[in-house]
Structures are given as C-alpha cells and as structure tokens.
C-alpha cells in the first residue's frame, strides 16, 4: 500500500523560504512520476508543480515559476518543494500526489496535506 506523508509546513513571513518534503513508502519510487497541489481555504485544489519519474522534467503553474523548486531523491524516496520569495496568496495546504501505474501521468494517491501560512 502506497503512503505519501508530508512535512515542512509552516508560519513564515513574505518573502521567507520553506522546503516542504513527501515521503513515499510502498512500492518503487522512481518508477513515478510526484506532484504537489495546493487547496486555500474555499478554494479548489490547484496544480503547483510535478516531476517525471526520471526526474528530468519538472513543470509549474505560472503562479509559482521562478519561486518553487520541485526535486526528487529517489535513493531516499522523497520530492520536496523549495519555495522561495512566499506570498501571502501562497497559503494554502499543500498536498503530495503520484500515480498508481507507473510512468503514467495523471494524480490518483494524495497524502494527507501539510500546511503553508504566509504573513504579510
């Protein structure tokens, strides 16, 4: 069974940096593409960024070039997110998603979510 759990969250100012981190546990992980998604408050859930499972190609939504970093280290089965220069219009929670078939793009397992306040 394919387990996703977050961690990094936090309280920090604008302009600040956080590094969320999703472990995965279960199965291969480098057979997978990873994803985070955000969902503020009263909001639905939004595309942030992804990774290939080769790690060679990673893709963001406009809101977030340039500021957020996505990586992965499949030795240690976990993608992080590097955010830099955060927005108060960054807060949110932020979720960890993968796919169930392997090499397939597309988000069917989720973690639990860790959550992001921005202050401005």
């Known amino acids: 069974q394919v387990q996703l759990v977050e961690s990094g969250g936090g309280l920090v100012e604008a302009g600040g940096s956080l590094r969320l981190s999703c472990a995965a546990s279960?199965?291969?992980?480098?057979?997978?593409?990873m994803a985070w998604f955000r969902q503020a408050p009263g909001k639905e859930r939004v595309f942030v960024a992804s990774?290939?499972?080769?790690?060679?190609?990673?893709y963001y939504a406009d809101s977030v070039k340039g500021r957020f970093t996505i990586s992965r280290d499949n030795a240690k089965n976990t993608v992080y997110l590097q955010m830099n220069s955060l927005k108060p219009e960054d807060t949110a929670n932020y979720y960890c998603?993968?796919?169930?078939?392997?090499?397939?793009?597309?988000?069917?397992?989720w973690g639990q979510g860790t959550q992001v306040t921005v202050s401005s």
């Open positions: 990774i290939s499972w080769s790690g060679l190609n990673t």
């Open positions: 279960g199965r291969t992980f480098s057979n997978y593409v």
């Open positions: 998603a993968t796919n169930s078939r392997p090499r397939t793009f597309g988000y069917d397992l």
